[in-house]
């Protein structure tokens, strides 16, 4: 059935009102440094001048960009600074990858938190960007399939052997069942050396997992020749 001509306007009406009532309680700001945006931008010009695209290469995990410049701040925001709204906008453009790589999968799982570390912060950054993932690509999301076994140090704090051997077996999944001969999607918000990430694979894969595909935002190391910006 059709929709007449008539409900079609008063729907598109009724959405630009709800629109601009929206950007007049919550004004759209750059991710990274808070000054005004268009609502359909996640970056201010001077900030999106500094995201750098990856180039993405077999055996790495898939990411946006590389760590650095307005990425690296937004992330850190996201992530230390008590901003769970900053997962829409950086939600935004995991979904951008995610349509240009389409990867294909059965399941959207997160690296997770320890449970002490998700009480503490209050939200689990990966599980956000996970969301949107899911969301695009129209696959469930098992948002607590994996489980953390250890408080282990932050990452960022410790050097590259350190950061392998202090998450080595720290990574459980909580049903093998729901895994079981199923593509996964695993996501994180950042890859520095990959290590956490492998840990979370190798533990999907001992559960039975068919495949594992890494997806982060941001990684560490080279940008793309093209160097586009966000």
Do not use: W
Not at 62 to 82: H, S, V
Request: charged share 20%; with cysteine; proline share 9%.
């Amino acid at each position: 059935m059709s929709l007449s001509r008539p409900f079609v306007l008063a729907f598109l009406a009724a959405r630009a009102i709800a629109r601009a009532l929206l950007d007049t309680l919550s004004p759209p700001a750059c991710a990274a440094c808070d000054a005004p945006v268009r609502r359909d931008r996640v970056f201010c010009p001077p900030c999106a001048a500094t995201v750098l695209r990856t180039a993405n290469t077999p055996g790495e995990p898939l990411a946006f960009a590389t760590f650095g410049g307005a990425i690296a701040a937004a992330l850190r925001r996201f992530k230390y600074g008590e901003r769970p709204d900053l997962g829409r906008p950086l939600g935004h453009l995991l979904r951008g990858l995610v349509r240009e790589d389409a990867p294909v999968v059965d399941l959207v799982i997160p690296v997770p938190l320890h449970p002490r570390r998700l009480a503490e912060r209050g939200y689990n950054q990966a599980a956000l960007l996970a969301h949107a993932a899911s969301d695009e690509l129209g696959v469930p999301l098992a948002a607590r399939a994996l489980v953390r076994l250890r408080d282990t140090p932050q990452q960022a704090t410790l050097g590259r052997v350190e950061r392998l051997a202090n998450v080595t077996r720290a990574f459980v999944v909580r049903s093998p069942r729901a895994v079981q001969g199923r593509r996964v999607l695993l996501v994180d918000d950042v890859a520095t050396t990959g290590s956490t990430l492998s840990a979370c694979r190798d533990a999907l894969v001992e559960a039975g997992a068919r495949d594992v595909i890494a997806l982060c935002l941001a990684r560490a190391g080279e940008p793309s020749p093209a160097n586009p910006a966000a």
